[in-house]
């Protein structure tokens, strides 16, 4: 018995052992959780706290154990509940306090409990284990803040995306109006090409049509899938289209492509006997020639009406031709005295009489220079001549009229003989007579006149000039310059005798030797007007007759 009772000690003693391991385990355990950690007892007591506890609370064990754990915390009611609870708690419970630190610092925890029962289910009191989330809240605040913070700006986006949407949508709805007028006045345009009296053509910026009215299909015999899309090449190809194309590739708008404002015109005769006036302008857009519009109107009763006048003219001026030569040889009679001796008054009388008889000769003359151009009859007889040989038995007479006038006459000659040109020696006479006279009749008493004649290597051209310090032409009406019956208001009281035909002749005897004229004028100060002709070799001349 002694022997078994000695072994059941040893056994007891070897369990005690083992139990008190167990227990500085246990201990150990808790002292070193880094959780803060203490035992309560039924009575919410605390029995004991670990080395984290005393940590976080600033409580030591002394301080701690014994009391309850209300001191431990700042929601009093909160901590009731929780006593409340524990005695009937099944599963641990986790909430959240604000921990009152011994130096009155406040710390958001949450805090685990887990009830504790002996094998009768007999409430021992309970664990309590307290983990600081202050950074965790701290966390959450800021990323709660974030999230409203964003949240908010989704909204202004949001707002924004509204506001632009419905801005959107009230531009969609201007553009549609817009597209809406747009169609409108497209529809017109098109209305009014469509019935327009006269041919219409669009080419766009390289030259290639793209728009045709019924009446160009109609003046060509063509049709407008015929030349739609084609260039002005391509169309040189199309039969009925090459007078067209081949008048309309002589304009240097259509040529240069920049953004002139020049108006190129032109004349041809269709399939039908129609005169067509075809004239093209550029269509310029922000400084830029986007294209060409080419206008055909049929001027064939213009034409016919013109011819009429003009033989009216033609028959009037020849009737009347021959009566005033008689008048001329009858007074020159008269003044010569081969019909008495006249005296003085009578002498005078007739030598007026003379003079208006003589002009009334030089006005039918230019006019019946007029109609010989108009009727394409103005013949030349061209030659290869010097255009100082032409200008030499000119410049005598004139040197003597135009100072006798008190104005100053220059000539400028080049020394050296100039190139030969084509020329009809008796029409270009008249063209640099016009132009003298002019000078002489527009300007003052005290005024210089200068007749230049130059060799322009570079563009191997004769070129003339008369220069004056006349009265010069008003700028708005240098557009008419060289136009029939054009007579300038600033000239019209100064000097009433003038027919406005010269220039208009002059122009058209350069033209027809295929020369340039122009001039320059300031009103006020003087004008020059000048003419230019081509240097022709003997073969180039000859070439130049046949065609003819
Ligand atoms: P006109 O018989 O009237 O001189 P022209 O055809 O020769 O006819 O000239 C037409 C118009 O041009 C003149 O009436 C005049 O207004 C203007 N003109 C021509 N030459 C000059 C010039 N040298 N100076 C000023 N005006 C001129």
């Known amino acids: 018995m002694t022997e078994e009772n000695n072994l059941l000690k040893k056994n007891l003693e070897r369990i005690k052992e083992d139990l008190d391991d167990l227990q500085r385990y246990v201990d150990d355990l808790t002292m070193f959780l880094p959780l803060a950690f203490c035992t309560v007892n039924p009575l919410n007591l605390i029995l004991g706290v670990n080395q984290s506890f005393q940590t976080l609370t600033g409580y030591d064990e002394m301080e701690s154990i014994g009391n309850s754990i209300d001191f431990l915390f700042l929601e009093k009611s909160k901590v009731q509940e929780l006593k409340e609870e524990m005695p009937v708690q099944k599963d641990s419970i986790q909430k959240e306090f604000v921990l009152l630190k011994k130096n009155n610092e406040k710390v958001p925890v949450s805090v685990s409990t887990l009830a504790r029962r002996d094998n009768n289910d007999n409430f021992l009191g309970y664990f309590l284990v307290i983990a600081d989330i202050s950074e965790t809240k701290e966390f959450q605040k800021k990323l709660e803040e974030r999230v409203s913070e964003k949240t908010k700006e989704l909204e202004i986006k949001n707002v924004e995306v509204t506001e632009s949407r419905l801005a959107l949508l009230n531009i969609l709805e201007d553009v549609e109006d817009a597209w809406k007028k747009a169609e409108e006045e497209k529809n017109k345009t098109m209305a009014i090409i469509t019935n327009f009296i006269d041919g219409l053509m669009v080419f766009d910026r390289d030259n290639v049509v793209r728009l045709i009215n019924p009446k160009i299909e109609k003046f060509f015999y063509i049709s407008s899938e015929e030349v739609i899309n ?29 953004g002139s404002t020049d108006q190129f015109r032109a004349e041809l005769v269709n399939k039908d006997n129609l ?38 003219v033609s028959i009037a001026a020849h009737q009347l031709r021959t009566p005033l030569s008689a008048i001329k040889w009858t007074m020159r009679m008269l003044l010569d005295g081969d019909l008495g001796e006249l005296n003085e008054d009578q002498k005078g009388l007739v030598k007026k009489t003379y003079s208006s008889n003589e002009r009334m000769i030089s006005l039918i003359n230019d006019l019946l220079n007029v109609t010989r151009i108009e009727e394409g009859r103005y013949l030349y007889q061209l030659e290869l001549s010097h255009i100082e040989d032409v200008v030499a038995p000119l410049i005598e007479s004139y040197k003597t009229e135009v100072e006798r006038r008190g104005i100053k006459f220059n000539i400028n000659i080049p020394k050296k003989k100039t190139p030969k040109i084509a020329v009809d020696a008796e029409k270009i006479t008249l063209v640099i007579q016009n132009f003298i006279e002019n000078a002489m009749k527009y300007t003052n008493q005290g005024g210089v006149m200068e007749l230049n004649i130059s060799y322009n290597k570079e563009k191997d051209e004769i070129e003339v000039s008369v220069k004056d310090s006349g009265v010069g032409i008003p700028k708005d009406q240098h557009g008419r310059v060289f136009t029939k019956f054009f007579r300038a208001k600033n000239i019209i009281k100064m000097e009433t005798e003038g027919s406005g035909l010269g220039l208009f002749i002059c122009k058209n005897i350069v033209e027809a030797h295929k020369g340039r004229v122009w001039f320059e004028s300031e009103e006020g100060v003087g004008s020059t007007f000048y003419f230019s002709l081509p240097v022709r070799s003997q073969e180039e001349f000859d070439d130049f007759l046949k065609k003819l």
């Not at 289209?241 to 259509?254: T, Y």
């Not at 830029?288 to 206008?295: M, N, P």
């Open 275 to 312: 005169t067509l006036d075809i004239s093209e302008v550029s269509i310029i857009n922000e400084d830029e020639k986007i294209g060409s519009l080419v206008v055909v109107h049929d001027i064939t009763r213009e034409k016919m009406i013109e011819a009429m006048k003009s033989e009216f």
């Open 230 to 258: 084609k260039s002005l090449n391509e169309l040189k190809d199309s039969k009925n289209m090459l007078p067209l194309i081949e008048s309309l590739s002589e304009s240097s708008l259509f040529q240069n492509g920049n």
